[in-house]
C-alpha cells in the first residue's frame, strides 16, 4: 500500500486506487501494480454584498467595483479579477481555490459629498476599503462593504450698503432647489454692509434665486430701480 501522508499535497483531496490490491509473489513472476493518485483541487467561496448610507446616498455611484486577488498557503497567485455589485446586492464568487483573498474596493467617489468606508469578512473588519481572508474546503465566506456619504454643504449671505440708508431693513426673499428638493426662505438685512446669512445649510451643487422684496424696499422720496 502507498504511505498516504508522503503522496498528500497542499490544498488538495487525495484519492488513490490500486488495480491490483493484493498480489500472489511467485518465483521469477513479474506482476505488474498500478497505483492511481486522483487530486481534487480544494476550493471555497465568497460573496460580496454592497450598502450605501448616509444623507449623500443619492449621489453615490448605482455600482461598485471591487478587485480580488487570492494565493495558496505557499503565497503563489491562484486567482485575481473584479466583480461590479450594484447598491443594495450582492454578487458571489465561487470556486476559489484554498489559501487566502483580498478584496478591494475601488473608487466610490461621490460628486459634492465625502463618504467612508466600512468592509469586513465574516464579521472581521478591514480597513482602507480592502480586507484579506482565509478560504478553506468549502467556505462561503460573507464580505460585506458600506460606504457612508456626507453631503458636502454650505452656505449663503446677503449684504448691501448704501450710507444714507444704514437705519434701514431690506428684506430678501430666496429659493433654493437641490437633488434634495426645494427649499424658501426669507432674511432681513441692513444697508450697513453687515452681511446676514441664510437659514438653511444647503448641499453643494445647489441653485438658488434671491428676490428683493420691492414693497418693503421703498423709501419716501426716492425712486426704486
Known sequence: ???QASAQRDGYSLATA???PKVTIAKGAKTPVTVTNTYTRLVGGFTIGKTVDGDGA???PKAFDFAYACVDSSGAKTIEGTVTVAAGKSQSVADVPTGSCTVTEKNAAAKNAKHSTAIS???KAGKDGSVTFNVTDGA??????TNTYTLDRGAFSVGLEDSTLKAKAFTFDYVCESHEGKVSGSLTARADGSPVKAGHRLPSGAKCTVRENAAAAQVAGYDLS
Do not use: K, Q
Request: charge should be negative.
Open 140 to 145: 462561503a465566506i460573507a464580505v460585506n462593504a
Open 1 to 3: 500500500s502507498e504511505r
Open 58 to 60: 443619492g449621489l453615490a
Open 121 to 123: 469578512a465574516n464579521g
Open 18 to 20: 490500486v488495480d491490483t
